[in-house]
């Protein structure tokens, strides 16, 4: 059945940033589709509640803390996740961020922080893996991009030129990775997580940005955990170096941060 396709059943997955939010979601949802799953973050006690969630479900966690705006920890985290859970089929690079800032507040380390920690450390993390996604006959990497990727806007210099660059970082590296080991990327939206939680606690600020989104409302991140199934399945093994979209339709950004000409 075609639904079988969608099942990771006996593969092991890592999963960064997964504490909470769009991590979190995507780690229990590999393992409701037939994972095991290692967990990385910096916060120990909220990766501790997730790895319960996937318990509940009947597969293994296993709890990697570590500092991930460090590529060397990143890159470490590979052999970790493998070492604890006997192989390693799914990279899940969902880590990443940078504050909005004013053009002229956005200093050049601003732009290389966030160049790091949103490619360096997806780069550091996937070429780790390669040998063990081999070893394991071929795998899936997943990374977390943005619609702020490929839509302008004030105030998402440093984010959104990282973003950007993840995205086209997944294209390039699709060609290679091929044929044994696939890696495609996802442009997310507007998503209910912790960053959004000023937007979701006004009226004002969630009917803007609702507004501004076709589909009319700001995504769960198990809309975005549904996707992540999907690109680390065999559901698409004809997928490499392609960037999906789930940002409810948006073409342009959603929130107006109010920041004045110049």
């Known amino acids: 059945m075609i639904v079988d396709r969608f099942r990771v059943d006996g593969r092991v997955a890592v999963v960064t940033g997964a504490g909470r939010g769009i991590g979190a979601a995507a780690a229990v949802a590999l393992a409701e589709a037939g994972a095991d799953v290692a967990l990385s973050a ?5 990766l501790g509640e997730v790895a319960e969630r996937i318990r509940k479900v009947g597969r293994r966690a296993a709890v990697l803390p570590a500092d991930l705006s460090d590529p060397a920890a990143a890159a470490e985290l590979a052999g970790r996740a493998a070492g604890e859970l006997g192989r390693l089929d799914i990279v899940v690079n ?3 961020g940078a504050l909005p800032r004013p053009f002229l507040d956005t200093e ?12 360096a450390n997806a780069h550091a993390l996937t ?4 040998p063990f996604l081999l070893e394991a006959g071929g795998g899936a990497v997943v990374n ?4 702020m990727g490929r839509v302008g806007g004030r105030g998402y210099l440093a984010y959104g030129s990282a973003k950007a660059a993840l995205a086209h970082y997944t294209r390039l590296a699709g060609f290679d990775l091929a044929p ?9 939206g507007s998503v209910a997580t912790s960053a ?12 803007q940005m609702e507004a501004g989104t076709p589909l009319g409302r700001i995504g769960d991140p198990e809309d975005v955990a549904a996707a992540v199934v999907y690109l680390a399945s065999p559901a698409s093994a004809y ?17 107006d941060l109010g920041l004045p000409d110049l």
Not at 108 to 119: G, K, M, S, T
Not at 180 to 188: E, H, K, Q, T, Y
Not at 242 to 248: I, M, N, P, Q, T
Request: proline share 3%; hydrophobic share 45%.
């Open 180 to 188: 044994r080991i696939r890696i495609n990327a996802i442009a997310v």
């Open 196 to 207: 959004l939680d000023i937007v979701m606690s006004s009226d004002e600020l969630r009917g």
């Open 239 to 255: 997928v490499t170096g392609s960037v999906l979209r789930v940002d409810g339709g948006i073409d342009a950004p959603n929130l």
């Open 144 to 147: 977390i991009s943005s619609v």
């Open 108 to 119: 050049p380390e601003h732009l290389e922080n966030a160049f790091q920690f949103n490619v």
């Open 127 to 130: 070429r780790a893996a390669v």
């Open 42 to 46: 910096r916060s120990e006690d909220q």
């Open 94 to 96: 969902n880590v990443g």
